[in-house]
């Protein structure tokens, strides 16, 4: 232990001396005092959106007219908190999961791991360190979920909520190091620390109650009790592994890189799915265009990942029109918009996938735009399907017109434009000069970089959701969903592919 | 596993996501051999070697290391295995010096200063012991990896194509290195392009191919020199 310490100081100390060197206390300066900036207006705005929201919620007309019928509002809003509440510690789970949690650089890797020496040293500080931030960021981040989901509570009883949350991601960030521990029985540990974070997500709303606080706390104090001493036995390919996910996730961050912080964050294709389609794809084509399109049916079968995500936002969708006193209209809207955008960038993974070589469509002996429109037919087929699967649910519970259904098909298939050329977005030039935001400096173009795609989602999404508020369907209606998605197919089919 | 053996594998067939690379193979080395992995590009030695340095896992097949399984992560199986394989990745605000202290550290050396002040020296890097390694060269990187693999005590060292980036008098002075090292009782796996390193090292070779067999180094010289 002691000679593993003193590789460790040692290592860190001569870097500490080398990063000195290179840097001036005015870049400190510089660096800190940008940064806070950024923070506080970060802060203020979101604040201010808070509050504005918080009016309006207390404010508004209880029972009002909402996206269903009134007597299919029969969920209790504290059911849906709950269960966005438990989906956020999993989300946390599973990335934390994906991204180590304990890790190691590729440079400590080479030089750390081969040592006969104790690895806790070598990884525990840095995994001390993000339990730390996840656990105040994670409660900074619940405080505005706290206040618009319990208008009538105290600032300390907000606090306790936003506390017992960042010990809830805490306890998910240390179930899903303990997952890196228990290589040989993942499974049954995975389970179990789904599973556990059920009751954990109930407490926050508890927390005006100090025993809900002190659970939380006494449980996260002994799960990190028992993880700590056993970082070091976490294997040493497992930490690679991490160290080079969050690695690559933490360079996607800094370069503001969305695509490339999915492909970082992208799972491995499951065993289960590398032959799905194999007898399709084998059988014989006479057009290149067919075979073009077979490739692109048999790509998006073998590497979308579980269809969990689109269900989960699927069912937040209709949870958010059932609940009862009934949100207000356009933060219904606003949770569809929300959960429309996720899943249609989570249809993107084939484009991803190519984007990275633009050269292969170069190749193919198919004219580009056909090869673009290929690289549609998936994403527009399984949004098309979701947003139908959307409408009907809505329809079923609601006196809404079937036509409806009719009009989140057509929806979808904008969508699935949007979400390929969210996926084929052109990386951020460094190269010119970059701007001044009140978030801090960020390169030109990088906004623009960032709504492409979502443009044509948004524009794809706008007459169903106006649908939606009316609670009808006038034929123009059709006509301007039709005229959308139609746009956005034409805009996606007709940009280049970026080099 | 005979008396003496360092590195038996028994039966091993290697590869990726269950496809072999190639056949299968069964090799052992006592302390103090010197063995040779040679083979065309691609034929699946560097997969070899890193499967018996713990680096990947067998499709099938045995490994033993001092008649005990393979276990990367035990920290016997670091003390007695030394590796250097291709990729070259250094801390980028320690000096050359500074990754060697560090090694010489993690495994206790008795005058870690000295002992990473005669590798410098045989490694030809004395003069640029203080710079960081992106201001040395891709030879001198190479070196300084070689360095690391030579400075701490194992009784199995796994060199993959070691010869790669160096200059002719350094792959004389390598060639010189792993004799002396075979003759203090290390048994040294190697993999190697260069007929002559081949020549003057290896005691036992192995051909890697889709049918492996066991040759002679005279005959793996002829082989990798195309002869």
Not at chain 2, 24 to 33: N, Q, T
Not at chain 2, 141 to 150: K, P, Q, T
Request: proline share 6%.
């Amino acid at each position: 232990m002691r000679r593993s310490r003193e590789v460790v100081d040692f290592t860190r100390a001569r870097t500490r001396r080398y990063n000195r060197a290179r840097s001036s206390v005015r870049d400190l300066f510089i660096d800190v005092y940008s940064n806070a900036l950024a923070a506080v207006c970060v802060l203020m705005m979101a604040g201010s959106l808070i509050v504005a929201l918080r009016d309006e919620l207390t404010g508004r007309n209880l029972g009002g007219a909402g996206l269903v019928a009134a007597r299919w509002q029969v969920l209790p809003a504290e059911v849906l908190w709950v269960v966005l509440t438990y989906l956020a510690l999993v989300g946390i789970a599973l990335i934390a999961r994906r991204v180590g949690p304990v890790t190691v650089s590729r440079a400590q890797a080479a030089w750390w791991l081969p040592l006969p020496v104790d690895r806790r040293p070598m990884v525990l500080p840095a995994f001390r360190g993000r339990l730390v931030l996840v656990g105040v960021v994670a409660s900074a981040a619940y405080v505005p979920f706290s206040v618009l989901t319990a208008l009538d509570r105290s600032p300390w009883a907000h606090a306790g909520s936003a506390v017992t949350f960042g010990a809830g991601a805490l306890l998910a960030v240390a179930g899903a190091a303990i997952l890196q521990l228990a290589q040989g029985s993942a499974r049954v540990f995975r389970a179990a620390v789904l599973v556990g974070l059920l009751p954990v997500a109930v407490l926050p709303f508890l927390a005006p109650s100090a025993w809900s606080l002190a659970v939380v706390l006494t449980v996260t104090g002994i799960v990190v009790a028992y993880l700590l001493p056993r970082v070091g036995d976490v294997p040493g390919a497992e930490l690679q592994r991490g160290g080079a996910v969050s690695g690559h996730a933490a360079a996607s961050i800094f370069l503001i890189d969305v695509n490339e912080l999915r492909r970082a964050l992208a799972a491995e294709p499951r065993p289960g799915t590398s032959r799905r389609g194999a007898r399709f794809y084998a059988r014989p084509t006479r057009r290149a265009v067919t075979a073009v399109v077979r490739a692109d049916i048999v790509a998006f079968l073998r590497l979308q990942p579980a269809p969990v995500g689109p269900l989960m936002w699927l069912g937040i969708s209709v949870a958010a029109a059932l609940i009862t006193p009934t949100l207000p209209v356009l933060l219904q809207l606003g949770v569809v918009l929300v959960a429309g955008c996720a899943t249609a960038a989570g249809t993107g993974t084939v484009a991803r996938r190519t984007a990275v070589l633009p050269e292969l469509d170069a190749l193919l002996p198919i004219s580009l735009v056909l090869a673009r429109c290929s690289r549609m037919l998936m994403p527009a087929l399984s949004l098309a399907l979701w947003m139908s699967a959307l409408t009907g649910a809505l329809v079923a519970v609601s006196s809404g017109p079937s036509s409806l259904i009719l009009l989140g098909a057509i929806a979808g298939a904008g969508m699935g434009a949007g979400a390929v050329r969210a996926a084929t977005r052109p990386h951020t030039d460094w190269t010119t000069p970059p701007v001044e935001t009140p978030f801090g400096t960020i390169p030109r173009d990088q906004v623009s970089s960032l709504l492409r795609g979502v443009d044509m989602t948004v524009l794809s999404m706008a007459p169903i959701l106006l649908a939606f508020y009316l609670g009808t369907v006038h034929p123009w209606l059709i006509l301007a969903q039709t005229i959308a998605s139609a746009t956005a197919i034409t805009v996606q089919a007709s940009t280049p592919n970026p080099r | 596993m005979a008396v003496g053996d360092v590195l038996e594998a028994e039966r091993l067939v290697v590869g990726y996501a269950g496809a072999p690379v190639c056949g299968e193979v069964s090799l052992r080395i006592a302390a103090g051999e010197v063995l040779a992995v040679v083979g065309f590009n691609g034929a699946g030695k560097s997969t070899v070697v890193r499967t018996l340095a713990g680096r990947q896992d067998p499709l099938s097949g045995d490994v033993r290391i001092h008649g005990l399984p393979v276990m990367p992560d035990a920290i016997g199986f670091r003390r007695e295995v030394a590796a250097v394989f291709d990729g070259d990745v250094f801390f980028p605000g320690l000096t050359a010096r500074e990754h060697l202290l560090l090694v010489a550290r993690g495994h206790a050396l008795d005058s870690p200063d000295v002992a990473v002040d005669a590798e410098l020296a045989f490694f030809g890097l004395t003069e640029r012991s203080h710079a960081i390694p992106e201001a040395l060269s891709s030879g001198q990187r190479r070196r300084l990896l070689l360095a690391a693999a030579f400075i701490r005590p194992a009784s199995l060292l796994i060199l993959d194509e070691p010869e790669q980036r160096l200059d002719p008098m350094m792959r004389d002075a390598l060639t010189d290195r792993i004799r002396q090292r075979a003759r203090a009782g290390t048994a040294v796996v190697l993999v190697t392009h260069d007929p002559r390193l081949l020549t003057k090292t290896a005691s036992t070779c192995v051909l890697i191919d889709e049918v492996l067999a066991h040759v002679d180094t005279e005959r793996g010289a002829r082989i990798i020199a195309g002869a």
